[in-house]
């Protein structure tokens, strides 16, 4: 009987055929069952206990040590078969990542389960990070971009939106943006010189806003103006137009003024009643132009 429980441990605990750290816990584990069997068999002895029984007995405590190392191999099997169900759900995770990130597959070898298993999870978190960040950053990307397709009526980037973005990408929307802004902060510039120059012209011309493009660029609130190349080309052509005008007054205006002073010269006009019509031969505005054109040349 002695025996047959130092085979089964031995056969439990691998003492044939494995490294000699395991084959020293089996022999060690064999000895101790040996030591508690004989010691077993001393107290039964001393109690009195009968052969048949001391038997019987014998083979409970076998029983019962087989039934404790089957019930211990069954539950390390189910935590290995849990350790490589893990592992499993962590190499298809992060084969999808890689797929989705464009990265190089995971692969690890040469390590023991466990340590596979630590690995995966560690490296599927960081690949988890990596995608959340790419994914923010895209979605910043887009939102700066549709600010900026609104001001200045730009067609959005081309990216798609439900992907996650590789790093050259997010590096060229980066950088499309990057001049994309630029080319609004001059158009900008140049929207508040072409306003100030609208805004003179249409002072001297003593004229107001009338269509709702004029309107648009008059508003206070310059940040709210499209700057569209339509709007900056209409903006210019309005400042021409503006100009033609104020051309085309100063000229009439200059020929009242030719004819004043021939006439005041022909009449000769004295100095002081000259000087009290100064304002009407400089300025140019709607009252000056009656003054001149309401005098009598025919004088």
């Given at each position: 009987?002695?025996?047959?429980?130092?085979?089964?441990?031995?056969?439990?605990?691998?003492e044939?055929g494995?490294?000699p750290?395991?084959?020293?816990?089996?022999?060690?584990?064999?000895?101790?069952?040996?030591?508690?069997?004989?010691?077993?068999?001393?107290?039964?002895?001393?109690?009195?206990?009968?052969e048949?029984?001391r038997?019987?007995?014998?083979?409970?405590?076998?029983?019962h040590?087989?039934?404790?190392?089957?019930?211990?191999?069954?539950?390390?099997?189910?935590?290995?078969?849990?350790?490589?169900?893990s592992?499993?759900?962590c190499?298809?995770?992060?084969?999808?990542?890689?797929?989705?990130?464009?990265?190089?597959?995971?692969?690890?070898?040469?390590?023991?389960?466990?340590?596979m298993e630590?690995?995966?999870?560690t490296?599927?978190?960081?690949m988890?990070?990596?995608?959340?960040?790419?994914?923010e950053?895209?979605k910043?990307?887009?939102?700066?971009?549709?600010?900026l397709?609104?001001?200045?009526?730009?067609t959005?980037?081309?990216?798609?939106?439900?992907?996650?973005?590789?790093l050259?990408?997010?590096?060229?929307?980066?950088?499309?943006?990057?001049?994309?802004?630029?080319?609004?902060?001059?158009?900008?510039?140049?929207?508040?010189?072409i306003?100030?120059?609208?805004?003179v012209?249409?002072?001297?011309?003593?004229?107001?806003p009338?269509?709702?493009?004029?309107?648009?660029?008059?508003?206070?609130?310059?940040?709210?103006?499209?700057?569209?190349?339509?709007?900056?080309?209409?903006?210019?052509?309005?400042l021409?137009?503006?100009?033609?005008?104020?051309?085309?007054?100063?000229?009439?205006?200059?020929?009242?003024?030719?004819?004043?002073?021939?006439?005041?010269?022909?009449?000769?006009?004295?100095?002081?009643?000259?000087?009290?019509?100064?304002?009407?031969?400089?300025?140019?505005k709607?009252?000056?132009?009656?003054?001149?054109?309401?005098?009598p040349?025919?004088?």
């Amino acid at each position: 009987m002695y025996l047959l429980l130092a085979t089964a441990a031995a056969l439990y605990f691998g003492e044939v055929g494995e490294v000699p750290l395991r084959r020293f816990h089996a022999a060690e584990s064999v000895a101790y069952l040996n030591r508690a069997l004989v010691r077993l068999q001393d107290i039964w002895e001393e109690i009195g206990i009968p052969e048949e029984q001391r038997l019987q007995r014998t083979n409970d405590v076998h029983k019962h040590i087989k039934g404790l190392l089957d019930l211990m191999i069954a539950e390390e099997e189910e935590l290995k078969k849990r350790v490589l169900k893990s592992i499993e759900s962590c190499r298809k995770e992060l084969s999808i990542l890689c797929s989705e990130l464009q990265m190089p597959p995971f692969e690890e070898d040469g390590c023991s389960m466990l340590q596979m298993e630590k690995n995966s999870r560690t490296r599927l978190e960081v690949m988890k990070e990596h995608k959340k960040q790419r994914m923010e950053e895209l979605k910043s990307l887009v939102g700066k971009d549709r600010e900026l397709c609104d001001i200045m009526c730009t067609t959005p980037f081309c990216i798609d939106q439900d992907s996650v973005p590789s790093l050259t990408q997010l590096e060229s929307f980066r950088a499309y943006l990057n001049d994309l802004t630029k080319e609004k902060e001059c158009r900008h510039e140049e929207f508040v010189s072409i306003k100030k120059e609208i805004n003179v012209c249409m002072d001297d011309l003593e004229q107001q806003p009338e269509t709702s493009f004029e309107m648009d660029v008059m508003c206070e609130d310059e940040e709210a103006f499209c700057l569209s190349n339509d709007n900056i080309a209409a903006l210019k052509l309005l400042l021409r137009q503006l100009k033609d005008r104020k051309a085309e007054k100063e000229l009439l205006c200059s020929g009242y003024r030719t004819k004043i002073q021939e006439l005041w010269e022909r009449l000769q006009i004295p100095q002081e009643d000259r000087e009290a019509f100064s304002e009407h031969m400089i300025k140019s505005k709607k009252k000056n132009i009656e003054a001149v054109r309401n005098l009598p040349f025919d004088t």
